[in-house]
C-alpha cells in the first residue's frame, strides 16, 4: 500500500487522541510521556508497567485513562496475602443446581490494574502469566477467554522499598513497556496543590470507545516500516545479547542476559505505535530510539560486576543506542 494512502488513514483514525489526551489532561496535571506511553500499550496491544516512588498519581492515571475510554476496568490490590483465586476466578458448588461452576475472578475485564504489583508473592504473580500471553484464564479444568481487548497495567514502587518481591523474569518480558515516572516539574507541582485543594473532584467523560481502539489497531498493523529499519531493530536487540561483536567489548561483563525475541516484537509494534500518535504513516529511527528504552530496560539483566560498578540496564542500553549505526 502506498504511504500517502496509509498517512490518509493514519490522520483520520488518530483524531480521537487529541480528545482522549485533554481527557486525560482535566484530571492529570503534566506526565505527558506517562500518559504517552499508556496510549502506546493500549494501541500496540502490551502490557505496560509504571515503576516510580508512592503519590506520582500512577494509579489515578490509569483509573482517569479507564474512565475516558468507554471499558469495564477492575483494580486489583496486590498484597502479601493475596492468592491466585482472587484474581483468576475459582470453581464454587451450586448446591441448587447441584454441580461445580466458575466463578470469575477481577480479571475478566478490559483493563486490569495491578496495583503495587510487587507486593505479592511469585505464586499470584504467575496467576497473571497466562492472562498476559495468552489472553485467557484456566479456572479448575475450564479456559475462558479475556475480553478484548484485554490489557494489564501495573505498577510498583522501586524493590528498596520494604515488603516488596522482585517480579520474576518471565514475568517482566510479558509487559512491552516499563516506564519509569518520575517527580513533576515546580510548575505542575503547584498546579497539582491548586488543583487538588478546591474540595472539587474532576472525573473523566468516556470520549473514545473500544471500536475506534480497534479501528486503530488494523491501522496500526499497516504502518510502512523500511526494510533497514527492520535490521536497525534486530541489531539493537542482537547487541544486547552479544555486544562484542557491535563493537561493545566493554559491555559484555556487564550483561548477564540480553533481551528475547519479544523484544524485537515489541519494539516494531511500540514504535508503529508512536509513529501513528505522531500522525505518520510510516516508522523513523527516531521512533526506535524515543521508545527503545522503555522496551528494552526491563529485559536486559545485569551481572554482578556491573551493580558494584552501579551500572543499571537503562545506561547499558542507552550506550548501544549511541553506537549502533543509525539507517
Do not use: C, W
Not at 552479544?242 to 509494534?269: H, V
Request: aromatic share 6%; hydrophobic share 45%.
Amino acid at each position: 500500500m502506498d504511504v500517502r494512502v496509509i498517512n490518509e488513514m493514519v490522520q483520520q483514525q488518530s483524531a480521537f487522541v487529541d480528545n482522549l489526551t485533554a481527557e486525560v489532561g482535566k484530571v492529570i496535571v503534566g506526565q505527558k510521556a506517562m500518559v504517552e506511553r499508556l496510549l502506546i500499550g493500549l494501541l500496540a496491544g502490551g502490557h505496560v508497567l509504571l515503576e516510580g516512588v508512592p503519590g506520582l498519581a500512577k494509579t489515578l492515571t490509569v483509573k482517569t485513562l479507564a474512565d475516558s475510554l468507554d471499558m469495564r476496568f477492575q483494580r486489583i490490590q496486590f498484597t502479601p496475602d493475596l492468592l491466585p483465586a482472587d484474581i483468576v476466578g475459582t470453581v464454587i458448588y451450586n448446591q441448587n443446581r447441584g454441580e461445580f461452576v466458575s466463578k470469575k475472578g477481577p480479571i475478566f475485564a478490559n483493563l486490569v490494574l495491578a496495583d503495587e504489583i510487587n507486593r505479592a508473592p511469585a505464586k499470584v504473580q504467575s496467576a497473571l502469566l497466562e492472562a498476559m500471553q495468552e489472553r485467557q484464564v484456566t479456572v479448575g479444568d475450564e479456559t475462558h477467554a479475556l475480553p478484548d481487548p484485554f490489557l494489564v497495567m501495573a505498577t510498583q514502587n522501586p524493590i528498596e522499598q520494604e515488603g516488596t518481591y522482585a517480579l520474576p523474569e518471565a514475568q517482566l518480558d510479558r509487559f512491552m513497556l516499563m516506564v519509569k515516572v518520575g517527580y513533576p516539574s515546580k510548575e505542575d507541582e503547584r498546579a497539582i496543590m491548586d488543583r487538588m485543594t478546591t474540595g472539587t473532584t474532576v472525573r473523566a467523560a468516556p470520549v473514545a470507545t473500544p471500536r475506534q481502539i480497534a479501528e486503530a489497531r488494523s491501522v496500526l498493523s499497516q504502518i510502512y516500516i523500511d526494510e533497514k529499519i527492520r535490521d536497525y531493530i534486530v541489531n539493537i536487540v542482537h547487541a544486547t545479547r552479544d555486544p562484542k561483536a557491535y563493537g561493545l567489548a566493554e559491555l559484555a561483563d556487564f550483561i548477564e542476559y540480553g533481551a528475547s525475541p519479544r523484544a524485537s516484537i515489541y519494539l516494531n509494534l511500540a514504535a508503529r505505535a508512536h509513529a501513528f500518535l505522531r500522525r505518520r504513516g510510516y516508522v523513523t529511527p527516531e521512533d526506535i530510539k524515543a521508545i527503545g528504552v522503555d522496551v528494552l530496560r526491563h529485559r536486559v539483566i545485569l551481572t554482578y560486576e556491573a551493580e558494584a560498578e552501579e551500572m543499571t540496564s537503562e545506561q547499558v542500553v542507552r550506550k548501544l543506542f549511541e553506537h549502533i549505526e543509525v539507517p
